[in-house]
């Protein structure tokens, strides 16, 4: 995604009034257009369990377009001070660390400034929140990662939660679970759950990549699988964590957006649409309501959605033919008032 394309601020309606989502927290006008940028939120090096150095990592996120990364080995915290160096490269390391607790309960810690302590409990909800309490403490953003990696937790889990800021629905790890087996549902299934009862968080797509030696082949933790594309008026980590806490982002595992909008009234969606080719892609967008509803889907682009205030919150997922997706965040949509 280029970062050359500009966009409105993403709108959340409430009862009482809609403000901009935007890096700086103000109402767009138009000195303060804003920008996309691409960056990966889960990625691992050989100070953890990957195959390539801090190094080796950042010139592949660069070469293949992205903007800003996050480096999340276990335990141990990435300075980006000691690697970031280039301030004119377009591209900006946060600082990061998976926070590794027992119970298999990981989170993201992205944005910190120094090493996230592990944390032990009786319950995963106790460990989640300590670790997300911590990561708050540095200013940081927390990411809840794999709900469904060896089955750790699940939404009930997720929901006593207080600061909670991003949950992984998408990954290009093999092993992490994310549709579900039947009995534990899908992580997109239990973000709406959590939405559907009064939590705001918001949904990424990762890499959790490993390996970037040898051949890219499906058992294999990968780069280029997953990522996030926020809307903030400068490539700096304070407007990028702010974009991020905001939910002024979307999630993608390949399939690229041009606008999202909304409104009082609707949320309209546009898709960037690959190159004409012998067998070009066809896109469709769903959009999704409380209860994880299926509220209208739509074949056209832009794609738009009329808020009716039944829907306590609209989210839209874009599908490609070929089985890529992107997924917007929520729009907080209030009860209309009778007349």
Sequence with gaps: MSSAFKAHGLWVVTSVAFACLSGAGEAQSPS???????????????????????WDLMAWYKRNGYQFLAITDHNTFTDPAALDTNPNDNFLLLGG???????????????????????????????????????????????????????????????PLKGAALLEIASGHPAVNHAGDGRIPATERMWDELLSAGMRIFAVAVDDAHNFRQEFTIDRANPGRGWVVVRAPALTREHVLAALGEGNFYASSGVELRNVTATK???????????????PKRYRVVFIGKDGRELATSLDNPARYTFDGSESYVRARIEDSGGLRAWTQPVFVSPQTPR
């Design 97 to 159: 660390e998976e926070v590794t607790n027992e119970k298999t309960v990981h989170v993201n810690a992205i944005g910190i400034t120094k090493v996230v302590p592990t944390y032990t409990g009786a319950t995963a909800t106790a460990i989640l929140q300590a670790t997300i309490d911590a990561i708050r403490a540095q200013g940081a953003v927390p990411l809840i990662n794999h709900p469904n990696f060896r089955w750790a937790f699940t939404a009930r889990d997720m929901l």
């Design 32 to 54: 303060t257009a804003l920008n996309w940028y691409r960056g990966n939120l889960h990625t691992h090096t050989i100070s953890s369990d990957g195959d390539s150095s801090p």
């Design 265 to 279: 009234t609707d949320l309209s969606v546009e898709i960037q649409t690959n190159a004409p080719s012998g067998s």
